[in-house]
Antibody, heavy 116, light 109 residues
């Protein structure tokens, strides 16, 4: 069974770049027809889809975040990553990675705080 | 970008049946929106219950089912149990992107 684990700094300063990595185990990130997603959830609020990248490297993003987001694959490490530029306190949230294809498999999430 | 709407809150009696719905501002929800349903309990990551309208994960209890109903995606819970009290989110594919609904808080009381 596939497992996903988010990692990265828990604190990012305003105007800096948030960088997170999702490590995938139990399957190759470059095989199969999968979408690799990033989702976030401000504490006490709902889920927000950030974007996803397909196995072939083609990415799609939430239009409201598109100008600041980059999602990429690192097949050598079996990881995919999220970069979010110019963060503010409103980017404080739990960030989840997930695999999508005939189902949805989530990581446990990681809290990222951007102080105001 | 379409806005995806869900009931903010619903209450169901133990053993009862409840239907949660998921609508789109862009029009009727169809199988082409590839609807997903997720359950989230406090302090936990969400977990998928239904994918592609009506398909279940191996861990999805039989009492949950997905469908299309009246132009919306629907999640029906038949025979509610106390452990079903949670937040439920739908996810639609619309205009090339995925969009979450605002979530429904389901109370079993």
């Amino acid at each position: 069974q596939v497992q996903l684990q988010e990692s990265g700094p828990g604190l990012v300063q305003p105007s800096q770049t948030l960088s997170l990595t999702c490590t995938v185990s139990g399957g190759s990130i470059s095989s199969g027809s999968y979408y690799w997603n990033w989702i976030r959830q401000p504490l006490g609020k709902g889920l927000e889809w950030i974007g996803r990248i397909y196995t072939n490297g083609r990415a799609g993003y939430n239009p409201s975040l598109k100008s600041r987001v980059t999602i990429s694959l690192d097949t050598s490490k079996n990881q995919f990553s999220l970069k979010l530029d110019s963060v503010t306190a409103t980017d404080t949230a739990i960030y989840y990675c997930a695999r999508e294809s005939q189902g949805y498999y989530w990581g446990q999430g990681t809290l990222v705080t951007v102080p105001s | 970008q379409a806005v995806v709407t869900q009931e903010p809150s619903l209450t169901v009696s133990p053993g009862g049946t409840v239907t949660l719905t998921c609508g789109s501002s862009s029009g009727a929800v169809t199988s082409g929106h590839w609807p997903y349903w997720f359950q989230q309990k406090p302090g936990q990551a969400p977990r998928a219950l239904i994918y592609d309208t009506f398909n279940k994960h191996s861990w999805t209890p039989a009492r949950f089912s997905g469908s299309l109903l009246g132009g919306k995606a629907a999640l029906t819970l038949s025979g509610a149990q106390s452990e079903d009290e949670a937040d439920y989110y739908c996810l639609l594919f619309s205009s090339g992107v995925r969009v979450f609904g605002g979530g429904t808080r389901l109370t079993v009381l």
